[in-house]
Antibody
Framework: QVSLVDSGGGVVQPAASLRLSCAASGFDFTNYPMHWVRQAPGKGLEWVALISYDGTNTFYTDSVKGRFTISRDNSKNMVFLQMNSLKGVDTAVYYC???????????????WGQGTLVSVSS | EIVTTQIPVALSVSPGERVTLSCRTSQDVSDRLAWYQQKPGQAPRLLMYSASTRATGVPVRFSGSGSGTEFTLTISSLQSEDFAVYHCQQYNNWLGTFGQGTKVEIK
């Protein structure tokens, strides 16, 4: 069965760190770029980070650059999001998502994890 | 940055009614728009891409249309399982942006 399973969320204080994990199964993981997308309470979806098929290229939304790091382990079909210097505005449900790159570039998401809640509060 | 706006934020609909949701982008994105359905406590599910192509397994009562800056998602006859939040996402530029979502509630 094709699936993504997110884990690693929790309640942390501002400036703390957290590492999210996403386990993929049921498809050829190395064929897809992978993303993290977040959703703050009562808000819309926001793309956070992207990692290429082989992990050599990564991209981030401006608000997390320098604080978050996306990585992947293709031998274990896993993708990670290391989050440092967390702020209250980072409070959200974080979803791992499989990216589809259409012919003319850009990306949309055809498979999502169930999400993991990150709450940053003092 | 391309701003993506969904109208309305919420609407109340009776089962069996036809529903039309709107998504607008601040710049021309051609047909490079996706729609997602999100039920409470669940992850989003891809419904539509390239503005009008249904994703695998999506019922035919869902249809998408539009190009440029104006897009619509239509549900021809709303079923009980369709009450959810619907998000649109443009992917014409590198950093695709989402609308804030439209919540379809039971009337």
């Amino acid at each position: 069965q094709v699936s993504l399973v997110d884990s690693g969320g929790g309640v942390v204080q501002p400036a703390a760190s957290l590492r999210l994990s996403c386990a993929a199964s049921g498809f050829d993981f190395t064929n897809y770029p992978m993303h993290w997308v977040r959703q703050a309470p009562g808000k819309g979806l926001e793309w956070v980070a992207l990692i290429s098929y082989d992990g050599t290229n990564t991209f981030y939304t401006d608000s997390v650059k320098g604080r978050f790091t996306i990585s992947r382990d293709n031998s274990k079909n896993m993708v990670f999001l290391q989050m440092n210097s967390l702020k209250g505005v980072d409070t959200a449900v974080y979803y791992c998502a499989r990216g589809i790159v259409p012919e003319r570039g850009g990306f949309y998401f055809d498979l999502w994890g169930q999400g993991t809640l990150v709450s940053v509060s003092s | 940055e391309i701003v993506t706006t969904q109208i309305p934020v919420a609407l109340s609909v009776s089962p069996g009614e036809r529903v039309t949701l709107s998504c607008r982008t601040s710049q021309d994105v051609s047909d490079r728009l996706a729609w997602y359905q999100q039920k409470p406590g669940q992850a989003p599910r891809l419904l539509m891409y390239s503005a009008s192509t249904r994703a695998t397994g999506v019922p035919v009562r869902f249809s998408g249309s539009g190009s440029g800056t104006e897009f619509t998602l239509t549900i021809s006859s709303l079923q009980s399982e369709d009450f959810a939040v619907y998000h649109c996402q443009q992917y014409n530029n590198w950093l695709g942006t989402f609308g804030q979502g439209t919540k379809v509630e039971i009337k």
